[in-house]
């Protein structure tokens, strides 16, 4: 879903379309990961996990493809949201998958591996992404995409050890009521205003950017560096729940998100000064990023997939309400007022990780 970012000023230009409008691209994916997500997961609940993950990747691929072959903005945004169902459970199923194997004294090292590569594909992916569509048109991407994605497939298919799901499921019922918990609810919350800030500044990173003369010349190398932000960030963030634990870690990300945004809204008129207040804003948040899940993975006791599956819904109702937000604000005040959504959700963060260390189960 990062490439989008990456590209969204050629977008706009191939599709004859406005800023705002190709933010919808981010919108649509999480639309269909907000909601197709759970669904999937609850309806095939009693399949193998195995099978779920290799064919939810199938299906992605799929919708890639044809991606790659819509002519209309429309079509285009159909797609985008056929992607995010597939590849949402993909994700959770991945997730459930990296608990179940890994050392319970090492869960949060464990867990920041599944991140890690999503960080690599802001490192890499995306400056190449714009490298490409200097020579080549956007589909480009996305064929690449496929073959790897393909690559993957086939690995998960011949390596992957088959679970024995009768050991591990849990009905559906049994696993609701985990929502009876004020801590899962309050840790739902999180995710979401958390997602909110960040995909509000994150899905538009690009143009937000170049409105800087001085960094067009330097975007790809710009975007790598962000990448390795949240590269670290997520690093530290496995290290800080082991040594912290999950409540103390979040508190810790929370204070260093806030100043982040913060110096984003005060350092607008100084380009280098909101770069470093940007990388401050990434690596925070990728620390915090991983610490949702881990907690929702403590609050029920590892036996909810469909709890994490929810709480990625949560993550993508985030990026529904922060791109769509920001498109209203670019549209009414200007890219450079994005930053004041990042600042809301970081104040309000900052709220509800306080009140999660006092709320009882």
Avoid at 111 to 139: D, N
Wanted: charge should be positive; charged fraction near 10%.
């Amino acid at each position: 879903m990062f490439v989008f970012s990456g590209i969204l000023d050629t977008l706009v230009i191939d599709l004859n379309i406005t800023l705002a409008q190709a933010g919808m691209l981010s919108s649509s994916y999480a639309i269909g990961a907000l909601f197709g997500g759970p669904l999937v997961l609850i309806a095939f609940s009693k399949l193998n996990r195995k099978h779920l993950l290799v064919g939810s990747l199938a299906i992605g691929i799929l919708m890639m493809f044809g991606l790659t072959q819509a002519r209309s903005f429309t079509i285009i945004l159909v797609f985008r949201g056929l992607m995010g169902i597939s590849l949402s459970a993909f994700t959770v199923l991945a997730v459930a998958t990296v608990i179940a194997i890994s050392d319970p004294q090492k869960r949060g090292q464990a867990m920041a591996y599944m991140p890690m590569g999503l960080s690599l594909s802001l490192i890499i992916g995306i400056p190449v992404a714009r490298l490409l569509i200097t020579y080549f048109p956007w589909q480009v991407i996305f064929y690449g995409l496929i073959v790897l994605a393909i690559f993957n497939c086939l690995y998960f298919a011949f390596k992957l050890p088959k679970s024995n799901h009768k050991d591990h499921y849990i009905s559906l019922k049994n696993q609701l009521t985990y929502l009876k918990s004020k801590k899962v609810i309050v840790a739902l919350i999180i995710t979401i205003v958390m997602f909110v800030g960040y995909s509000a500044l994150y899905v538009y990173i690009t143009p937000y950017l170049i409105q800087y003369d001085s960094f067009k010349p330097y975007i790809s190398l710009i975007l790598i560096i962000v990448g390795l932000f949240a590269l670290i960030g997520n690093h530290f963030g496995g290290r800080a729940l082991d040594k912290l634990g999950g409540e103390k870690a979040l508190i810790w990300g929370s204070i260093i998100y806030l100043i982040g945004s913060i110096l984003l809204m005060f350092t607008r008129s100084f380009a280098m000064l909101n770069l470093i207040s940007f990388l401050i804003f990434v690596f925070a948040l990728w620390m915090l990023g991983l610490m949702t899940n881990y907690s929702i993975v403590h609050y029920t006791h590892q036996n909810a997939n469909v709890i994490l599956a929810i709480n990625g819904s949560a993550i993508q109702l985030g990026y529904v309400i922060g791109p769509s937000s920001a498109g209203y604000i670019i549209s009414h005040f200007g890219l450079n007022q994005i930053v004041l959504i990042s600042l809301i959700s970081a104040i309000l963060l900052m709220i509800f990780s306080l009140y999660l260390t006092k709320v009882k189960a």
